[in-house]
T-cell receptor, first 110, second 117 residues
Framework: RKEVEQDPGPFNVPEGATVAFNCTYSNSASQSFFWYRQDCRKEPKLLMS???SGNEDGRFTAQLNRASQYISLLIRDSKLSDSATYLCVVNSRGADGLTFGKGTHLIIQP | EAGVVQSPRYKIIEKKQPVAFWCNPISGHNTLYWYLQNLGQGPELLIR????????DSQLPKDRFSAERLKGVDSTLKIQPAELGDSAVYLCASSLDGPGGHYNEQFFGPGTRLTVL
């Protein structure tokens, strides 16, 4: 099982719709979780951290399920500007270190 | 506040030539990362520094890649000799991390796009 797995997509979603995608991780000792956003030919930028209790930032909601070892990202009322690649990042001390998923490509269509 | 600075932004070299990349992290950030990113893939960690100490270099191909972070600030990543498969974007990132395994936000530089012919 790969350390961090994401569905690469692309997810083609109409503007205004709600879209959700998950990221599974293999190391049960993982401690820190993040979602990063990467636009085409740009560097990744932090979208949001993922806390055990879940967290929300405007139209974005992130959740952590430790029992099933996945994190999720929900985008409500999607905008054209949400089109990007969303990278899941799982951090853990020790040999596994820092791991990015391959990213999920999201395309919001007018 | 200035972000992470990388140079050069683009580099084209012939195989077997050496190449070096430079990174200046955000002032005060103790952790510095070098990543490699291929098209359609997520960043892959090459090496992580905590101050001047390389604490994770398990993914660094040490036969041809080397890195240093003198004085715990700027860092250079070198490839010698470069191979065709080294063509990728090399990203540098920095963060201010606390003790006990708590990781904070990583700030990325714009990357160096390397093409090996």
């Amino acid at each position: 099982r790969k350390e961090v797995e994401q569905d690469p997509g692309p997810f083609n979603v109409p503007e205004g719709a709600t879209v959700a995608f998950n990221c599974t991780y293999s190391n049960s000792a993982s401690q820190s979780f993040f979602w990063y956003r990467q636009d085409c030919r740009k560097e990744p930028k932090l979208l949001m951290s993922v806390y055990s209790s879940g967290n929300e930032d405007g139209r974005f909601t992130a959740q952590l399920n430790r029992a099933s070892q996945y994190i999720s990202l929900l985008i409500r009322d999607s905008k054209l500007s949400d089109s990007a690649t969303y990278l899941c990042v799982v951090n853990s001390r020790g040999a596994d270190g820092l791991t990015f998923g391959k990213g999920t490509h999201l395309i919001i269509q007018p | 506040e200035a972000g992470v600075v990388q140079s050069p932004r683009y580099k084209i070299i012939e195989k077997k030539q050496p190449v070096a990349f430079w990174c200046n992290p955000i002032s005060g950030h103790n952790t510095l990362y070098w990543y490699l990113q291929n098209l359609g893939q997520g960043p892959e960690l090459l090496i992580r520094y905590e101050n001047e100490e390389a604490v994770d270099d398990s993914q660094l191909p040490k036969d041809r890649f080397s890195a240093e972070r003198l004085k715990g600030v700027d860092s250079t990543l070198k490839i010698q000799p470069a191979e065709l498969g080294d063509s990728a974007v090399y990203l540098c990132a920095s963060s201010l991390d606390g003790p006990g395994g708590h990781y904070n936000e990583q700030f990325f530089g714009p990357g160096t796009r390397l093409t090996v012919l």
